[in-house]
């Protein structure tokens, strides 16, 4: 794999799935249609607590076009889903509201419209309870449970070293609390589901999703079947981001209960403002934080405590736990490393997961403490990190030694040599001034730096396998299977590149179907940032298979070696030696010869990941095959006369291993930065008593063009030996990348340290005023 | 209600009720799904089209309103060439080098699944500088684009900015949006300028298919 | 809900006369109505669509001053604008600060859906074109079948989506007076993002100078000016007190700095989803101080 030639992997080809996404034909969920097909909305609670004492649809289901109204007792089985067990979220609640927005009853009817009267016209006399709203109301005594269990959703330690004898060595310290919000998704494609029976006992779902096997086990479950009689098929996807992941079950179970009841296909499209209130979204986090060094900046202690605020059902706070637990000491070499992090439940929209999935979050405290610490010592931000960054053959926080690939100071590096070509950053003469100066011009100029870190695929949070089949036609074109989905992020093209270049065939005679639970091993959820690494690996052995009876063939044909034949440019090639000249065989002979002649042309492989080895109580371990490692640095322009913000430059260096589709890890990086952006300046759910108040797209500040980054993606390849090619993923780590390095812009050009994202124009246009004030009175 | 309107080219009349969504009427009545419902609001611009030309949300536009109006959907845009599969050299695709998708070198810039329309310079614009992750986006967007080029073919980034100002992306960043709009406006902008030999005019579309770049 | 299109003025009054019983509303482009509709905020049994209307579309200038029609949509009134640009005075060309409030709206494609009868009628506070109607002193015709009134636009609203029409009553036209043709004009908006914007807080100058004795502008006083405010109380807000510091004055800093202190002082806002009261309150001395320079500095229209 290492050293060769490569013709397809390593450049930038557009996507696969192009052609039918610009034209419009790509067929997403909501673009579905079945002859009978009925539509269900679901009613909700409305209110974030409280008893429900009774359901009654009489009145709803007389209304025109309505066919049924269920509720909890229409579902067969448990009624129950989640992520890790003891699952703890019901599909309809029947007992209890635990935030506003529950589902309560599904409406079926002839259209949307009806089935939205419907569920609109649905009784439900609920006993209003006193909602619990923050971390430390869930978590103080005599707090009403809003579990049987309790508030603590999860709670986890990792202990590296010994902190305290740490901190006594330490000779400088810095400590502060960071707050992070509530993030929200805000995929374009609202989530979409459409139930069809099959009548062959078997009934098919169709989902804007990314895990189709967790639907499929899900509503198995729930519906009391067994799971070879659900298949589910994962729909173009129109964006999730770990949004589709809970929500894409819960209405693929209610589906389902309403289409066997009714023998007819039911489609559930949610609306804009349900998919933000019913929906998952990013956890709410407060971190406490302190960090020691010597006087030479060597880090020799680092210490956290994060809540995080995870809503009313766990969903994939265990996991967010774990991850955040893991990341918070960054990418450093530190010998002692404490780590308490703690998910509660609260009265309020569920958290699950979100690109990143707990890493922005504490990568946003720990590199605001790197630059509080810098300051403290005099010394250069990025030198510190360089200092301390991790090299390979050294133990990261888990204890866990990577021999190589290990790139972080290369990422420093890269940027560092940039910033050495930089003109200096603007000074804002009064910033320097003393009390009473008279502010000159207008803007604030500052430039702020970060590093990460981001483990790859599943590490600690279960079993790591991807399912994926190969399969060459007698004209030798190819098809690709794989249990991983694309949500836009461009897996599929990744898979056709690695089953292109193994096979030697020209991406036109290259296929990747959808993906299928049927065909395919289940393949876990695709998250993690594992399609490139872990599902390509799949790819890869399966291609290898598939080529190994060609060269078999081959051989025969060509009169030689095996050893001598190379598949490329869709033929098989004898290379040209002392006596004989070049030969070639188109591929679709050979692969009609392979078929008459009885070698296998379809091959089923598994890829697994090596599986984590740790220490639950402290997370010392083997925990992640691979770390993908970022520096960014973020040059910001702020207005003092209305705090609005201007990034005026955006480096983003990331180790990715090897970059398979160089255009689509640009994609990747820029889109993950300007969610980052988001998180770090302009988006806030904004809860009142429990109930999001901006539902919508007015008053959640998702990013405008108008408001995108010039994000430049510097890559780095040290190349990681279990992905394909050498490949690590890069989905998440640019949204915590560009949420430390803009706090840490604003921090340099204000002067001053924000510890709650988001940033927004109105914190520092108070911020400004506040520091102006003090100066000039 | 019977509504009579040019859509995508075409005549078209249609029996509704006056105060349906236009989106509603192109996705469930005349089966075109490809405009996108993102919001319901106004707020997205998945669900954007063009009427007589401009941009608006057809979430937000009663289908009374099309009456006697040009209507263009994502399915309604063409290679340059106008007609609306391309094909003009008589074979069944329009393939200009007899294999069976057409594609000029086989390894081309955009390999489909299935078959392969003509494009229209935007749409292979979007491809090649990928500017398109989920796609959702993408029908809405390439016409707030397609209107800004038609009346201005050589938008700066700030013009480009403004036009697409009410089309939300959550997957790309934006960046390569613009860049693919400045490629699209630069290729309409040569093509007007240097007619190549043998196409006579209209046929730059398809001289891009499966051109490489 | 019914709908019936009006081929013209006279017809849709009628239409809404003999809709005895009914809940009527006007629709001319829907962005605003479609969403209250269906969000149930607007339960309306009658829509009648005057979006067809003629004499509700025109732009002309006349020896009033500039009449625009209700159901002109904000595109078309950028796109004349520029269509404008460099013609003669006496030609439809129109003030700065509608022309910027006008812009500010949306995204392209509600400003070529919208209309301006629209965004006044709908009264939200943050409506971009309102506080430059006030400040351009417009008076609005409303018609119904008991005939015509002509409100001023400060009179028009009562509260957040609240105006002074009645049941049956149409706004037909806007009117810029000619004394507030001259002059000039400017507003500023802010929001959460740069794209797309719903305002949280906007501003919206018209002045007039006098005439000019020395060199350059500097140095002449302000013989008439108008500061109107939305999104910082329920209805979009004249700023009397402020005006009252810069009239008949010629403009200094210290002045320009008291007035900007004024505005801060008159408006009323409260926090909300949008942002909070301390935000509006700081930043709209900031938009005052842009728009004021604006009105101050530009020379020619």
């Known amino acids: 794999m290492n050293g060769q030639k490569l013709s397809v992997v390593g450049r930038g080809v557009p996507k696969v799935d192009g052609a039918e996404l610009v034209t419009g034909r790509a067929k997403f969920a909501g673009d579905l249609r079945f002859p009978g097909m009925l539509y269900a909305v679901a009613r909700r609670a ?427 036609s007698q004209d030798g074109s190819v098809l690709v299977g794989v249990g991983l989905t694309d949500m836009g992020q461009g897996s599929r093209t990744v898979f056709a590149q690695i089953a292109a270049e193994v096979l030697g065939v020209t991406m036109d005679r290259v296929t990747v179907r959808q993906v299928d639970t049927d065909s395919v091993h289940d393949s876990g959820p695709t998250v993690a940032s594992r399609s490139t690494t872990v599902g390509g690996m799949a790819v890869f052995k399966a291609a290898e298979e598939v080529k190994a009876s060609l060269v078999k063939m081959a051989s025969l044909m060509l009169k030689c070696e095996e050893e001598q034949v190379l598949l490329e440019e869709n033929f098989a090639v004898r290379a040209s030696s002392a006596n004989n000249p070049e030969v070639r065989i188109p591929l679709p002979e050979v692969c009609t010869a392979a078929y008459w002649t009885g070698f296998p042309l379809m091959h089923l492989a598994f890829s697994r990941a090596p599986e984590a080895r740790f220490d639950h109580e402290t997370h010392q371990g083997d925990i992640y095959i691979a770390y993908n490692y970022g520096t960014h640095l973020m040059d910001v322009r702020i207005d003092r006369l209305t705090g609005a913000v201007e990034v005026l430059r955006h480096l983003a260096a990331h180790d990715l291993g090897k970059a398979i589709n160089p255009m689509g890890v640009e994609g990747q990086v820029e889109g993950g930065a300007l969610i980052g952006f988001g998180m770090a300046h302009l988006e806030r759910i904004e809860h009142e008593g429990g109930c999001i108040r901006n539902a919508n797209f007015a008053d959640y500040a998702v990013p405008s063009i108008k408001d995108r980054l010039p994000t430049e993606t510097i890559i780095v390849e040290d190349p990681n030996p279990t992905g394909p090619y050498g490949a690590k993923g890069v989905g998440e780590p640019p949204v915590a990348g560009t949420a430390a390095a803009f706090a840490n812009a604003v921090a340099a050009a204000t002067g001053r340290r924000f510890t709650r994202l988001p940033i927004r124009r109105e914190d520092l246009l108070a911020a400004l005023q506040e520091r102006d004030a003090a100066k000039g009175g | 209600m019977l509504l009579e309107f040019e859509l995508n080219g075409k005549q078209t009349r249609v029996e509704a009720e006056p105060t349906l969504r236009a989106l509603d009427l192109l996705r469930d009545v005349l089966g075109l799904t490809g405009t996108k419902e993102g919001c319901g609001r106004g707020e997205c611009g998945a669900c954007t089209i063009l009427l007589d030309g401009m941009p608006v949300n057809s979430c937000l536009l009663y289908a009374a309103k099309l009456q006697g109006r040009r209507v263009t959907t994502i399915e309604g845009l063409t290679a340059e060439d106008g007609t609306e599969d391309g094909a003009e050299d008589g074979t069944e695709d329009g393939a200009e080098d007899g294999t069976e998708d057409g594609a000029a070198d086989g390894g081309g810039d955009h390999a489909c699944q299935g078959d392969c329309p003509p494009l229209h310079p935007l749409q292979e614009a979007f491809l090649a500088e990928g500017a398109v992750q989920c796609g959702f986006c993408t029908p809405g967007m390439i016409l707030s684009a397609k209107s800004l080029l038609d009346r201005n073919p050589d938008p700066d980034v700030g013009e480009i900015e403004e036009a697409l100002s009410g089309n939300l992306c959550r997957c790309t960043g934006y960046g390569k949006i613009i860049k693919a709009v400045q490629r699209a406006a630069g290729d309409g902008i040569k093509a007007a300028r240097e007619p190549g030999p043998g196409s006579g005019a209209g046929k730059s579309g398809r001289r891009q298919r499966g051109a490489t770049r | 809900m019914q709908y019936l299109r009006a081929r013209n003025l006279k017809q849709a009054l009628l239409q809404a006369a003999e809709a005895a019983g009914e809940r009527v509303k006007f629709l001319a482009g829907g962005t605003d109505l479609t969403v209250q509709i269906a969000e149930g905020a607007l339960d309306p049994t009658l829509l009648i669509d005057i979006s067809a209307a003629e004499e509700l579309r025109r732009l002309e200038r006349g020896a009033e001053g500039l009449r625009i029609g209700a159901a002109l949509t904000i595109a078309e009134l950028l796109e004349s604008a520029r269509a404008a640009a460099g013609k003669p005075a006496e030609s439809a060309s129109i003030p700065r600060c509608l022309l910027q409030g006008a812009a500010a709206i949306g995204s392209p494609q509600i400003r070529h859906l919208g209309t301006i009868g629209g965004n006044v009628c709908n009264a939200s506070p943050c409506g971009d074109t309102l506080a430059p109607l006030i400040v351009l002193a417009a008076s609005f015709t409303l018609r119904s079948p008991r005939g015509s009134r002509v409100v001023p636009a400060e009179e028009f609203f009562l509260g957040p989506k609240a105006t002074v029409l009645e049941p049956g ?133």
């Open chain 1, 46 to 472: 409305g209110i974030p607590a409280g008893k429900i004492r009774g359901i009654d649809g009489s009145a709803a289901l007389a209304l025109p076009g309505v066919r049924a109204i269920l509720t909890a007792g229409d579902i067969p089985g448990p009624n129950i889903i989640g992520i890790l067990p003891p699952f703890d979220q019901p599909v309809l609640a029947s007992q209890e509201v635990r935030y506003e927005g529950e589902s309560l009853a599904l409406a079926v009817a002839e259209s949307r419209e009806a089935a939205g009267r419907a569920a609109a016209a649905i009784r439900v006399d609920l006993e209003s309870w006193e909602p619990i709203l923050d971390v430390d109301q869930a978590l103080a005594e005599g707090c009403r449970k809003i579990h049987p269990e309790g508030n603590i959703t999860f709670s986890k330690r990792l202990v590296k070293g010994d902190v305290e004898k740490g901190f006594a060595e330490a000779e400088v310290v810095v400590e502060n609390t960071y707050h992070t919000s509530f993030q929200e998704h805000a995929y374009l494609e609202p989530e979409t589901v459409v139930a069809v029976p099959g009548g062959d006992g078997r009934v098919t779902v169709y989902a804007s999703c990314q895990s189709p096997f967790h639907i499929r086990g899900h509503v198995a479950a729930n519906l009391g079947l067994p799971a070879s009689r659900v298949k589910v098929i994962q729909a173009y996807t129109g964006g999730s981001f770990g949004g589709k992941d809970d929500v894409a079950t819960e209405i693929g179970c209610l589906a389902t209960v309403a289409a066997l009841k009714l023998q007819a296909p039911v489609m559930i499209v949610h609306e804009r403002r349900e998919s933000i209130v019913g929906s998952n979204l990013r956890h709410a986090a407060r971190i406490h934080y302190r960090t020691g060094s010597r006087r030479d900046g060597t880090i020799v202690a680092r210490e956290a405590r994060i809540h995080l605020d995870g809503g009313a059902y766990a969903s994939e706070s265990p996991f967010v736990t774990m991850k955040a637990l893991i990341h918070a000491g960054g990418p450093y070499h530190v010998p002692n490393v404490r780590v308490e992090c703690t998910a509660v439940y609260t009265n309020k929209t569920y958290c699950g997961a979100f690109r990143g999935f707990g890493v922005p979050q504490v990568t946003f405290a720990s590199e605001s403490q790197i630059d509080e610490l810098a300051a403290k010592l005099n010394m250069d931000p990025l030198e510190l990190r360089r200092r301390n960054a991790l090299r390979a053959g050294q133990a990261n926080a888990t204890g866990q030694v990577f021999a190589g690939s290990v790139g972080i100071v290369q990422t420093i590096e890269r940027i560092a040599e940039r910033r050495d070509r930089l003109p200096p950053v603007r000074q804002d003469r009064s910033a320097a001034a003393g009390a009473g100066s008279t502010p000159e011009g207008r803007w604030l100029y500052g430039r702020g730096c970060a590093c990460l870190l981001q483990g790859i695929s599943n590490g600690a949070e279960g079993i790591d396998v991807v399912g994926a089949s190969v399969q060459a």
């Open chain 3, 169 to 301: 009553e149409i706004l037909e036209s806007i009117l810029i007076p000619v004394s507030h043709l001259s002059g000039r004009s400017a507003f500023r908006m802010i929001g959460k993002r740069n794209g797309q914007v719903i305002s949280q807080v906007n501003i919206a100058v018209w002045l007039k100078r006098g005439r000019s004795e020395g060199a350059g502008t500097i140095s002449t006083p302000i013989e008439d000016i108008r500061i109107a405010a939305g999104s910082v109380a329920p209805i979009p807000l004249r700023l009397k007190r402020a005006e009252e510091l810069l009239r008949s004055v010629i403009p200094d800093p210290p002045l320009l700095q008291a007035a900007a202190g004024a505005v801060q002082e008159e408006i009323q806002p409260i926090s909300d989803v949008r942002t909070s009261q301390a935000y509006r309150r700081s930043v709209i001395a900031s938009l005052f101080t842009d728009v004021i320079g604006e009105v101050l500095e530009r020379e020619g229209r």
